[in-house]
């Protein structure tokens, strides 16, 4: 007997490659849809598929929007995925026939692209996510961004690494990537007022590390175009992040 799993998926004019990502996931006992405002054709291609389910409810913070979603599911097992993340059909398999642990996390091979190109360079390469668990001993934290999987009794996770894989397509073009810098930076700012120490000079030269690291130490030199913008995305990235993270501490003081 196939083992009984519910994938939960955030949506948020998400049309882009719903229908892919839904498709590739026919064949799981749920799908768990919790959007936050679509305005586009978001919900009507999710209604088109027979296991998925549709809540709604305002944006929260991704851990807290992900806790909430593992608990509207009808099954233990929890497979959390992306709205731009089509699963192969090698995972799938995986989850349905494996004998799973309720104590172990199991984790999956992210494979990102970019402009149709598999991007193996600026840290994209080697990216491995432990989202497959049972809700009964893990959970989300509650983080606003960089959420992740945590043990509910505290203790350190086993990481079970399975074979299947997703393709991973976060940005069609450098609109993309404009429209979640202006996103995550201001969850991060949020999350890190009065925790961490921010001033445009530390936005700055964070910044420019950030390019280094990514351009050179992680090869992106070798990605060409797509790895030239990648490396200037995750500057740009630290810089605002750190910049409004700054105005949130000195307009509270």
Same mark, same amino acid.
């Given at each position: 007997m196939a083992n009984a799993i519910s994938a939960v998926i955030l949506t948020r004019d998400s049309e882009r490659l719903l229908a892919q990502v839904l498709g590739a996931l026919a064949r799981l006992d749920e799908v768990v849809l919790l959007d936050n405002g679509s305005q586009d054709k978001t919900l009507a291609i999710a209604k088109e598929f027979a296991n998925v389910t549709i809540h709604e409810h305002p944006f929260i913070g991704f851990g807290k929007m992900k806790q909430l979603g593992a608990k509207l599911a009808k099954n233990d097992w929890i497979l959390s995925i992306d709205s731009d993340e089509i699963a192969s059909?090698?995972?799938?398999?995986? #989850? @349905?026939? #494996? $004998? #799973?642990? $309720? &104590?172990?996390?199991?984790?999956?091979?992210? &494979?990102?692209?970019?402009?149709?190109?598999?991007?193996?360079?600026?840290?994209?390469?080697?990216d491995r996510f432990a989202g497959v668990y049972h809700r009964q001993y893990a959970d989300f934290d509650a983080s606003e961004v960089h959420e992740k999987v945590v043990m509910r009794d505290g203790s350190r996770p /086993?990481?079970?690494?399975?074979?299947?894989?997703?393709?991973?397509? $976060?940005?069609? =073009? %450098?609109?993309?990537?404009?429209? /979640?810098?202006?996103?995550?930076?201001? #969850?991060? %700012? /949020?999350? =890190?007022?009065? +925790? /961490?120490? %921010?001033?445009?000079? +530390? %936005?700055? @030269?964070?910044?420019?590390?950030a390019f280094v690291r990514s351009y050179f130490l992680q090869k992106g030199f070798l990605c060409g175009y797509e790895g030239f913008i990648i490396s200037a995305y995750n500057a740009q990235s630290v810089f605002w992040k750190y910049i409004l993270l700054y105005e949130r501490q000195n307009d509270k003081a």
């Amino acid at each position: 007997m196939a083992n009984a799993i519910s994938a939960v998926i955030l949506t948020r004019d998400s049309e882009r490659l719903l229908a892919q990502v839904l498709g590739a996931l026919a064949r799981l006992d749920e799908v768990v849809l919790l959007d936050n405002g679509s305005q586009d054709k978001t919900l009507a291609i999710a209604k088109e598929f027979a296991n998925v389910t549709i809540h709604e409810h305002p944006f929260i913070g991704f851990g807290k929007m992900k806790q909430l979603g593992a608990k509207l599911a009808k099954n233990d097992w929890i497979l959390s995925i992306d709205s731009d993340e089509i699963a192969s059909d090698l995972l799938v398999d995986e #989850l @349905l026939a #494996l $004998p #799973l642990d $309720p &104590q172990i996390l199991y984790a999956y091979d992210v &494979q990102n692209f970019y402009r149709g190109r598999h991007i193996r360079c600026c840290g994209w390469g080697h990216d491995r996510f432990a989202g497959v668990y049972h809700r009964q001993y893990a959970d989300f934290d509650a983080s606003e961004v960089h959420e992740k999987v945590v043990m509910r009794d505290g203790s350190r996770p /086993k990481v079970h690494d399975l074979r299947g894989f997703i393709s991973h397509y $976060p940005f069609e =073009n %450098a609109e993309g990537f404009l429209v /979640k810098i202006k996103t995550y930076s201001a #969850l991060y %700012a /949020k999350q =890190n007022e009065g +925790k /961490k120490y %921010a001033s445009p000079s +530390k %936005a700055i @030269l964070r910044s420019i590390w950030a390019f280094v690291r990514s351009y050179f130490l992680q090869k992106g030199f070798l990605c060409g175009y797509e790895g030239f913008i990648i490396s200037a995305y995750n500057a740009q990235s630290v810089f605002w992040k750190y910049i409004l993270l700054y105005e949130r501490q000195n307009d509270k003081a």
